[in-house]
């Protein structure tokens, strides 16, 4: 970020600039030396340990339900806890509520703006919240009768001054994490309006953000343009870990189901995993014919699989303990840019940017 | 392993327990080594080596611990006294041990009796405390609470229940580095460190939650995604009058498993009930409650939590020790969003410690277990292109809008 500079800062740009370059070098050799302690602990991965773990069999995976509907690329998506409901976003501002299960469409709105590029599905499934290029979060009630247009009951929540690239309901209707291209991702208190929390610490845009599934409940992981993920403490705003072996953007994170650690989804064409106790990388799922970038990753219920949607449309199929790739699925005609599997791991929706959803079982 | 245990303990066929004494203390339920070592050989038919070497490998594996020398896991064919692990603890069923358990269990260990910490117990308590050094109050505070609920009980018990963590821990977190208890040659063992790359614990996940994970193993009867038919949902809602029996089994998994299922959590409060411990379960809830809940009604259910719960001779006064009172009964003069987390956590790692366990061994939970539903698996159509009609369901939406209407219908009516 350049700030202009007056003519008196011209003649102490010289020194401003060589102290920053000091800092830089002396920052990368702290990185480094981080890494080797780290590696020194322990450089076990997860494949080694997993050696005698059986292999999984042949996967028969086929696309049972395809929504059409939307008019334009689809951004996101995210599952009603009922199992069967979602609600998706796309590139053409229209925001629709499915029964995948029907195929029915039951909501349809049409935002202000265009590249709606985060959905939510409220808790109670009374509610989503969605937004994108607007720079905000807003929250719309469902409302069962036909002729009552939703876009009048919406309820502005977040103020971001730059694109809302991700939101989530926490444990109730009443609060949502949102995170932003202006590179901080904060909590608010839907009904107010007012902002709980931010959380400042990414070099770049924030595209991604999981709530962890943990007793305590009170932390969240955060990915950015800045190939790092952190993770933050909700109540103070901290940011507890950071882990950067990703060589570009990361897209996606999902926590592992038990909380101990996290996957991410990046722009390098892997996805990694993150043991959190352990403070480091403990698996990579790559492979050399694999070259697009991974938009969208999440687990089975059992933390087993891990399945990747690809900017080469197509879905990879990871095992995470042994880390190769236990099937590749096709039937996207453009790039997929949202996967999440059902809350009862039954099936997976992806959503794509050939303008279909499509459920997976 | 386990099936052996099971059989050992049957109370026709199994081995004799009887009432050992240990030093001037007796300790109910326990057995000889010799016992074991004769009780292996009938059962098996095997020869004294085979059976000494057998009951060895239960001992190591934590099925068994010595009552006498707890840190030497051998099993001696003589007279020294063994008891069997509770369930809780087995290997197989207590995953991840958390650091934030065994923190405790040092300071336990600590606040017990001064120097009674080995070398690299020291170690690993110091390398703890300055790596989850902000919630360490906590830790202490936990440690001096369940010492103290122990002391209420007899001490026959107590030292039965202190033997059986410590068993627990000398298996979880072994002396000479990450759990020793790998199998295959391959593993490249690391050095100490308190970063425990715990590893096996994926494994022990993945494996435990494999058959309730719909993609693997598929689902009973069917999945509704592949076979339209929506059985699976029905018989899996929030409330239903009979569970199925791998949704009961899950709530053995976690404390957190158990809450986190509305059934679950409504057959934990009649335990609780019973207990007379319900207070604990309430009052957790209404510190979820303000922590989710809207800014603007924080004050006033700070208040309530305060009359129900905190106040002197509140009705549901829940029991927490007198540092953690005095700090949440001093921060809710300020009432804000998270002041009652400390209670809260203390409360909730209570339960998970005292009552989760008991509820587990209780009648209760095991009848909801033994007739619990297992579904017939619905075979796949002979008519492929016959698809069953795909029904609609109620939206969560109405559900709530009718709740509110009828909440309406009556105030106009009151």
């Known amino acids: 970020m350049r700030s202009p500079l007056s003519p008196e800062m011209a003649t102490q740009e010289v020194p401003l600039n060589e102290t920053l370059a000091h800092l830089k070098t002396e920052s990368e050799t702290l990185k480094l030396k981080l890494e080797e302690e780290r590696a020194k602990l322990h450089d076990v991965e997860l494949h080694q340990v997993a050696e005698k773990v059986e292999g999984l069999g042949q996967f028969v995976m086929k696309t049972r339900r395809t929504l059409k509907g939307h008019g334009n690329k689809v951004l996101c998506m995210d599952w009603c806890k009922d199992k069967r409901r979602i609600v998706s976003s796309s590139q053409d501002g229209k925001v629709i509520v499915w029964d995948a299960f029907t195929t029915n469409k039951e909501h349809a709105v049409t935002m202000p703006c265009t590249w709606v590029m985060a959905c939510a599905y409220a808790p109670s499934g009374c509610a989503v919240a969605c937004g994108g290029l607007d720079n905000k979060c807003s929250v719309y009630p469902l409302s069962l009768d036909k002729n009552e247009n939703l876009a009048a009951k919406k309820k502005s929540v977040a103020m971001h001054t730059n694109y809302l690239s991700a939101c989530s309901f926490t444990n109730s209707d009443m609060q949502i994490l949102t995170s932003s291209g202006d590179g901080t991702c904060a909590l608010w208190d839907v009904e107010s309006g007012q902002l709980l929390q931010s959380f400042h610490g990414h070099a770049a845009d924030v595209l991604c953000l999981d709530l962890a599934p943990s007793e305590t409940g009170n932390t969240f992981v955060s990915g950015g343009c800045d190939k790092k993920a952190n993770v933050w403490d909700m109540r103070s705003g901290q940011c507890i870990q950071s882990f950067e072996t990703h060589e570009s953007d990361i897209n996606s994170v999902r926590y592992y189901p038990s909380g101990d650690a996290f996957a991410s989804g990046s722009d390098d064409a892997t996805c990694r995993l993150y043991d959190l106790r352990a403070d480091r990388e403990v698996a990579i799922y790559s492979k050399e014919s694999i070259i697009f970038g991974v938009s969208s990753v999440d687990f089975s219920l059992s933390g087993r699989l891990l399945f990747g949607g690809y900017n080469d449309y197509t879905i990879n199929v990871w095992d995470v303990l042994k880390g190769t790739r236990v099937s590749i699925l096709f039937g996207h005609e453009n790039r997929v840019s949202t996967l999440r599997v059902s809350p009862d791991g039954t099936a997976f929706c992806t959503g794509s940017w050939d303008h279909t959803l499509r459920i997976w079982a | ?414």
């Open chain 2, 1 to 414: 392993m386990e099936k052996m245990i099971v059989a050992m303990q049957d109370p026709d066929m199994g081995m004799k327990l009887r009432n050992q004494r240990l030093l001037i203390t007796v300790i109910p339920h326990a057995m000889t080594g010799h016992d074991i070592i004769i009780w292996l050989i009938h059962k098996y038919s095997v020869c004294e080596e085979e059976a000494l070497h057998l009951g060895g490998m239960l001992v190591k594996y934590g099925y068994i611990y010595p009552l006498k020398e707890p840190r030497s896991l051998v099993l001696q064919p003589d007279e020294s006294p063994y008891r069997f692990q509770t369930p809780y603890f087995w290997t197989s069923t207590r995953w991840p041990a958390s650091e934030l358990d065994y923190a405790i269990y040092l300071a336990k260990k600590n606040i017990r009796k001064q120097g009674e910490l080995m070398e690299y117990e020291k170690e690993r308590y110091s390398l703890l405390h300055k790596k989850i050094n902000h919630t360490w109050d906590f830790v202490v505070m936990q440690a001096r609470e369940q010492l103290r609920a122990s002391k209420q009980r007899r001490k026959a018990d107590r030292i039965v229940l202190e033997c059986q963590e410590q068993a627990y821990w000398l298996i979880n977190r072994p002396p000479g580095g990450p759990n020793s208890l790998q199998r295959g040659p391959g593993l490249v063992r690391g050095k100490l460190a308190i970063n425990c790359c715990d590893l096996p614990s994926f494994l022990k996940y993945s494996e435990q939650y494999q058959n309730h994970d719909p993609i693997m193993q598929g689902c009973l009867p069917s999945n509704p995604w592949i076979s339209d038919d929506t059985a699976h949902w029905t018989m899996n809602t929030e409330m239903v009058p009979v569970p199925t029996r791998l949704r009961v089994e899950r709530w053995s998994f976690s404390f957190m498993e158990l809450l986190n299922d509305a059934m679950g959590r409504q057959e934990f409060m009649l335990y609780l009930e019973k207990e007379f411990s319900a207070e604990n379960l309430y009052f957790w809830q209404a510190c979820e409650e303000i922590r989710h809940g809207e800014s603007s009604k924080i004050v006033e259910k700070v208040e309530e939590v305060y009359k129900n719960f905190l106040a002197p001779g509140a009705a549901r006064w829940v029991n927490i020790d007198s540092k953690t009172m005095d700090k949440t009964l001093e921060g809710i003069k300020q009432p804000h969003r998270f002041v009652l987390d400390d209670a809260q956590m203390h409360i909730y790692f209570l339960m998970k410690k005292d009552s989760y366990p008991r509820y587990l061994k209780s009648d209760l939970y095991k009848n909801m277990l033994a007739k619990a539903i297992v579904p017939q698996e619905t075979k796949k159509s002979v008519f492929p292109f016959m698809r069953r009609q795909r029904h609609s369901s109620p939206s969560p939406a109405q559900a709530v809008a009718q709740a509110t209407e009828e909440e309406g219908r009556h105030k106009g009516a009151g």
